[in-house]
Every structure is written in structure tokens, then in C-alpha cells.
């Protein structure tokens, strides 16, 4: 068995920018295919890796804000009708992700919302969004059988919202275990992201090493020791310093701040975490005409000691055999 990392796309924010997909990265343990965000693009970027729609698995949301769940629609929808095999049905994909949270976050006197979108449930979690998506899409499930061969659509989907312990006074939320099968565990902790609360970063371990994905968030303590000795940490970067120099004003980089990690940061996380290696994603700027990978890199890689690489749409990494999980 080998477990492999292929990031799918590496774009932060919604705006869609040219020469990078939004945000989605893959783990492929095996035969199984596990997907974390579905950014703008992935379902074509799962695809042109040659990756197999009935292998997928699971997806794993670390939040849900749009950039990260905008093509979760098209990576259930769009293969539906691959999702059975000679017994039947496929397993249904399941759709791990943050649950409701506690209220509605409100804003400031900057930054605030005009109308409350659907007021009767304004913030849903990863099963309402799941059950929304089947329900929205519910013609298309309900009248495509009737016209070509698919499989049950009862059976397409499963959301599973993510509960994590409630925070202790001033204290990090623990780590808790979302999956485990004795091949992969997947472990959950809370992160720092604004008001998008909860949002998550993931571990990943198997017998071929472990992969951290960061998620969004600030420098975070329970994300660097959930990281500690993994293989590989997945992290979001921003240059908070470009952003202020091409238009964007101190009230919202001082929000921003409170978001994303600088690149001036995301080194010395990676060596707080004692990873093996710091792979760049999630850019922001997103247009990879503004900043180079070698830049990033370079930039990122201060303070860390370990290899830092400017991940890029399609780069893969296969984990060596014959690790023990820790
Ligand atoms: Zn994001």
C-alpha cells in the first residue's frame, strides 16, 4: 500500500483567478480516495489526475466558507451515475465537515451583514448543507432515473458534522478522532479563522506517514500539536504585505490578520510542529502571476528547517512504506 498527496487545486478565496483551481487537495491511501475541500474546479482537476469517481471515499471540509465547498454539488453530483458497482449501489460518499455553530457569529460597526440570509436556520453545518444540496438537486435525483440507468439516489451521500469538545476557559479544543479504520485516522482540532467558527484542520495518518492540511486559519497552537512529526504539513499561506500595497486598507488587513497565517509566520509553525516537510497552499494573492513559487518558497521556508515546497495544481508525493503510525 502507498498513500499519496496530490493537491488538486491551491487558490485562496472565491474570486476565480486564472492558472489556479480553488482550493481541494487529495489523499489516496491505496485504492481509497479521500478528498479535503472541494474548491472551484476539482471535480475537473480529479479527473485530469486520473483519479477514479468510485474510489472516492470521503470529503473532508475544513470550513464553509464558499472557496472550500463551492464544487462539493459537482464532486456528488456530477459522477452519480459511476457510484454503483455489480452488488449495487456504492457506499455513499461520506461528508465530514464542522457543525452548526453554537449562534451566529454578528459583525462590527465595519464589517456587517445587510439581510440574514435564511433566518430560520442562518448558519448550517456540514449535514444541512449536504441535505440542502440533495434537496435543491432533488429534480435532477428524482427524474434522471427515469431516463437513464443510475443508481438509488438514497444511497449517493451521507453528511457527518464534526462535534468538537467545548473550548475550556482561554484553553486550545482537543484533538478528536473523526475516522479511524486501522488503515487511516483522521483526526479533527478546532482552528483560528475569524468568525468562520468551527473551522478545522486535519491529520491523516496511515502506515505510510502522515499529512496535516492547515485549513484556514491564524498561527494556532492546537494545529501545531496536531502536526507535531508529521511527514508532511499542508498549509495556507497570505502576504498580508501585498495585499496592503495593492489596495487593500488597514481596517481589512487588520481583519485579515485575524484569518489567515503570513507567510512571515508559516515557517516557524512548521518548525514548532517539527514536520518534514512544508508544503505552500491555499495562496493568497491567488494569481500565481504575483507572487513565484520560488519567492513563496523562499519566503515561507525562513525559520524552518525542514523543506519547504510551493505546492502548485497537480503536485503529488508519495509517502514511503514501512512507517509505523505514531
Ligand atoms: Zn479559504
Redesign the pocket.
Known amino acids: 500500500m502507498t498513500t499519496e498527496l496530490l493537491l488538486l487545486g491551491t487558490a ?2 472565491p474570486m476565480p483567478v486564472v492558472g489556479r483551481r480553488g ?1 481541494s487537495s487529495t489523499l489516496i491511501v491505496g485504492e481509497r480516495v479521500f478528498v479535503i475541500d472541494c474548491g472551484r474546479g476539482a471535480p475537473s482537476a480529479f479527473v485530469d489526475a486520473g483519479l477514479d469517481f468510485r474510489r472516492l471515499e470521503a470529503v473532508f471540509l475544513t ?1 464553509l ?1 464558499a ?2 465547498t463551492g464544487d462539493l454539488v459537482g464532486m456528488l453530483l456530477y459522477p452519480w451515475g459511476v457510484r454503483a458497482g455489480e452488488e449495487g449501489p456504492l457506499a455513499p460518499i461520506r461528508v465530514y465537515g464542522p457543525s452548526r455553530p453554537e449562534a451566529l457569529p454578528s459583525g462590527d460597526a465595519i464589517f456587517h451583514r445587510e439581510t440574514t440570509i435564511h433566518p430560520e436556520l442562518p448558519a448550517p453545518g456540514t449535514t444541512d448543507l449536504v441535505r440542502s444540496i440533495v434537496a435543491g438537486y432533488a429534480y435532477h435525483l428524482n427524474v434522471m432515473p427515469l431516463d437513464s440507468h443510475m443508481p438509488d439516489a438514497g444511497q449517493l451521500v451521507r453528511g457527518i458534522d464534526i462535534s468538537l469538545p467545548r473550548r475550556a476557559e482561554g484553553g486550545a479544543r482537543g484533538a478528536v478522532v473523526v475516522f479511524d479504520d486501522d488503515v487511516v485516522r483522521v483526526t479533527a482540532v478546532a482552528v483560528t ?1 475569524g468568525r468562520a467558527v468551527p473551522a478545522l484542520a486535519y491529520r491523516f495518518d496511515t502506515r505510510d506517514g502522515s499529512v496535516v492540511f492547515s485549513g ?1 486559519t491564524t498561527v494556532n497552537d492546537s494545529l501545531i500539536a496536531l502536526a507535531q512529526g508529521a511527514d508532511i504539513l499542508v498549509h ?1 499561506v497570505a502576504d498580508l504585505g501585498y495585499l496592503g500595497r495593492h489596495g487593500t486598507d488597514d481596517a481589512e488587513l487588520k481583519r485579515m490578520a485575524a484569518l489567515h497565517t503570513d507567510v512571515s509566520e508559516v515557517g516557524g509553525v512548521a518548525e514548532r510542529a517539527r514536520v518534514r516537510e512544508l508544503i505552500l497552499s ?1 495562496y493568497l494573492p491567488a494569481d500565481p502571476g504575483a507572487i513565484t513559487d520560488a519567492e513563496w518558497a523562499r519566503r515561507a521556508g525562513q525559520g524552518f528547517s525542514g523543506t519547504t515546497t510551493a505546492g502548485r495544481d497537480g503536485l503529488r508525493r508519495l509517502l514511503p512504506r514501512d512507517r509505523r503510525m505514531p
Do not use: K, L
Open positions: 485562496a478565496a482550493i470550513h466558507h472557496d472550500h479563522h484556514d495556507q491555499h
